[in-house]
């Protein structure tokens, strides 16, 4: 199976910038779309974005439009997400997700089948 590891999580305050990666290995196609997905103390995940294979395609949740941009780089194995703007509601574990679709940047969580670890993104007001 595919195996999924972010990186770049840390604690930033408000109005900071912090960029998170998420390296792919393992049994993983290079045509699924990948995604961010996040988790608040108390609050169910919450889809943040998402990208296609290609990257010709992105996906924003509004709670972030405007402030984040997903991104991949040119050997399509890694995927980031540049989170500007940071605000205390955005404090949560962010999880890489592979989607399970080859088509398109779904929002849906169903459609994302493989699971990172997750990483902790802590914005201090």
């Known amino acids: 199976q595919v195996q999924l590891a972010e990186s770049g999580g840390g604690l930033v305050q408000a109005g900071g910038s912090l960029r998170l990666s998420c390296s792919a290995s393992?049994?993983?196609?290079?045509?699924?779309?990948m995604g961010w997905i996040r988790q608040a103390p108390g609050k169910e995940r919450e889809f943040v974005a998402a990208?296609?294979?290609?990257?010709?395609?992105?996906n924003y949740a509004d709670s972030v439009k405007d402030r984040f941009t997903i991104s991949k780089d040119n050997a399509k194995n890694t995927v980031y997400l540049q989170m500007n703007s940071l605000k205390p509601e955005d404090t949560a574990v962010y999880y890489c997700?592979?989607?399970?679709?080859?088509?398109?940047?779904?929002?849906?969580?169903?459609?994302?089948?493989?699971w990172g670890q997750g990483t902790q993104v802590t914005v201090s007001s």
């Open positions: 997700a592979q989607s399970r679709l080859t088509m398109g940047a779904t929002d849906r969580l169903a459609d994302f089948t493989s």
């Open positions: 393992g049994r993983t196609s290079r045509n699924y779309g």
């Open positions: 990208i296609s294979w290609n990257g010709g395609r992105t």
